[in-house]
């Protein structure tokens, strides 16, 4: 597996968000809606066994991954302070400000443990790669869960956000697919 520099990874991260930027900035809220329920319809088959799905609140130009859960509910990240590892927590109720700018549950929703996470990413490859948001909330999350029970985990991306091929750290928890509102990649 190739190995990156942090400062390849840094570039990678800030040059992904950018083109990720452009293409969403450029969507009607129509073309938005549509790709959002385009994703939908693929990610279904991965959450047809699922029995409790970790989801995430959609920040900045993320795809939204609501309409993948119009079925049922979903266990959102929470998180006690910006030093705490990542839980997961019913969603259902309200939801407040957490630490890293996303909407978490509040402190008494119930804690559960996912078996299949729908996970937010700046870039992924083919091979399932991924670059997130740098803090390796969800490679720590993965790595617990993983070392527990068989998790799943599902990127969610627009497009754009797909490359031919990234690094990868040796801390880095491989996505068991890539899910576009045109592509389904199996790794
Ligand atoms: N929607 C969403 N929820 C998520 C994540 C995520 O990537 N997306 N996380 C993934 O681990 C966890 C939260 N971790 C985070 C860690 C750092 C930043 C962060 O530095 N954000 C930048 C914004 C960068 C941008 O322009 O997109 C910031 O606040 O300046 C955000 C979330 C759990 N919940
Ligand atoms: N299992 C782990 N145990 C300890 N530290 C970890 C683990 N996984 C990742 N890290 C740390 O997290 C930091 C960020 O990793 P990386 O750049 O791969 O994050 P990311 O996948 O982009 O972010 P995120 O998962 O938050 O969206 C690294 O400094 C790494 O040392």
Known sequence: MPTASPFDKEALRRDARAARAAFVRG????????LEAALAARTLPFLANARAIGSYVPMGHEIDPAACLAQGMALLPWFASRDDVMHFRVSGGPLEPGPFGTMQPFADAAEAVPDTLLVPLVAADMHGNRIGQGKGHFDRAL?????????????????????????????????????????????
């Open 27 to 34: 969507l009607s809220a129509g073309e938005r809606q549509a």
């Open 143 to 187: 790595a617990a869960l993983r070392a527990v029970q068989p998790t799943i985990a599902i990127g969610l991306a627009w497009d754009v956000q797909i490359l031919e091929a990234l690094p990868a750290d040796s801390w880095d928890q491989c996505l068991d697919a890539v899910v576009t509102p045109t592509r389904t990649l199996t790794t």
